[in-house]
């Protein structure tokens, strides 16, 4: 019998979400029977799915029902079928009304570059051999959120305007975290911003230097986003906490995925205040890359991203640090023994399908040092 139980809210969503979240699942389990916990799951809808079925992307009681839950695993959500950009109901709204509503104020994106993959990505790998940094975005604030938002007026005289907006205390939460991080990491923060043009980034950067002085052992230097896209290809060593706001973060974190090797790797976790407990913070876990509606279906996903996502929930909001290593260690030997999804680089015939590739994982779970009585 497993000694401990975790809760956990699952939304599966759109496209290529139910298949991932399947597989994370999967791997769960068979962690916690080793690690001697188990998951109670129940699942909520999501994003198209739940225009569909409920004509709201984000139906009554979802927001409620995943704050009961120890953690919050998310699929994605998205697709062609949703996408009318003239349609008042859309998918995003179900994910962006999730993070709002969860209060999951900073979302921490963690690049490594696995030794195995460093030749399959688009870059040299001597550039990148060694990459291992953690973009933080702040999730709930900025031109995503901003009022006014919207469009009026009809042809030839349309117009539509989005808001940026940050207060100091938006800045100052994520930024503490931020720092946080570094602190326990290699000590260096890069804080990205448009300073030179947007008032809400001199304000950013304000904030993040003053917020600094608490924390005089970590580095903090500046970028401008635009700069600090074209560092993260030329030398993306260099970097060790990347924090910057929500839409910067979006950005710079899909071309981060591509240092990695494919945007099927990155994990991501999103963590609001912590509660009474500081080694089980509540967090909505998710993988960085969307719905894939062109392989939804077909069983070719890499599921190791949403896998991942697991990995750090069972870190950081449910107090399982060993079984998060476990699922850590499994898919880098998995990887360094040759396992690979189409993604990774590998041919059609030599490819691992989602149900593959997850079995690989499932095999190579270490069990734990000591057995627990
Ligand atoms: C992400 C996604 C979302 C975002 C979309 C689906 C709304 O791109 O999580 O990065 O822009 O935040
Ligand atoms: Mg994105």
């Known amino acids: 019998m497993a000694d401990r139980v975790h809760r956990l809210a699952v939304l599966p969503g759109d496209g290529v979400g139910p298949e991932v979240v399947a597989a994370a699942l999967q791997v769960l389990d068979e962690v916690g029977a080793r690690y001697g916990f188990s998951i109670s799951r129940a699942e909520y809808p999501i994003g198209g799915a739940a225009i569909d079925a409920h004509g709201s992307a984000l139906p009554a009681g979802v927001v409620e029902a995943c704050r009961e839950a120890d953690a919050v695993l998310l699929g994605a959500v998205g697709g062609p079928k949703w996408d009318d950009p003239r349609a008042a109901v859309r998918p995003e709204q179900g994910l962006l009304g999730l993070r709002k509503g969860l209060g999951v104020y900073a979302n921490l994106r ?36 901003g009022q006014p938002q919207g469009r009026s007026g009809e042809p030839p005289q349309r117009s539509a305007v989005d808001t940026s907006t940050y207060s100091e205390a938006e800045v100052e939460r994520v930024a503490r975290l931020a720092f946080e991080l570094a602190r326990g990491r290699e000590r260096r923060l890069c804080s990205v911003d448009k300073q030179n043009v947007l ?3 001199r304000l ?6 003053e917020v600094a002085a608490d924390f005089p052992e970590v580095r903090l230097t500046h970028l401008l986003v635009d700069s600090a896209a074209m560092e993260l290809l030329r030398d993306p060593r260099q970097f060790d906490v990347i924090l910057t706001e929500n839409l910067f973060g979006d950005i710079l974190s899909d071309e981060a995925a591509m240092i990695a090797g494919s945007m099927g790797m990155l994990p991501s976790a999103s963590l609001g205040e912590p509660g009474d407990d500081p080694l089980r913070r509540p967090g909505l876990y998710e993988p960085v890359h969307g719905s894939a509606p062109d392989i939804a279906g077909t069983g070719v996903v890499n599921p190791i991203a949403a896998i991942l996502s697991v990995a750090l929930c069972l870190r950081i909001s449910l107090g399982e640090p060993e079984a998060a290593a476990a699922i850590e260690a499994a898919v880098d030997q998995a990887l360094e023994l040759g396992a690979r999804t189409r993604d990774l680089g ?3 015939d030599r490819a691992l399908g989602t149900a593959a590739m997850t079995e690989r994982l499932v095999e190579l779970l270490p069990y734990p040092a000591r057995v627990r009585a």
């Open 110 to 145: 963690p690049v490594r570059v696995i030794d195995a993959l460093a030749q399959f990505s688009t870059l040299r790998e001597e550039v990148i051999v060694g990459t291992d940094f953690v973009v933080v975005r702040e999730l709930t604030g900025g031109i995503y959120f």
């Open 199 to 201: 008032a809400t980034s």
């Open 204 to 209: 950013w950067r304000e904030v993040v230097s």
């Open 346 to 348: 590998a041919d059609d």
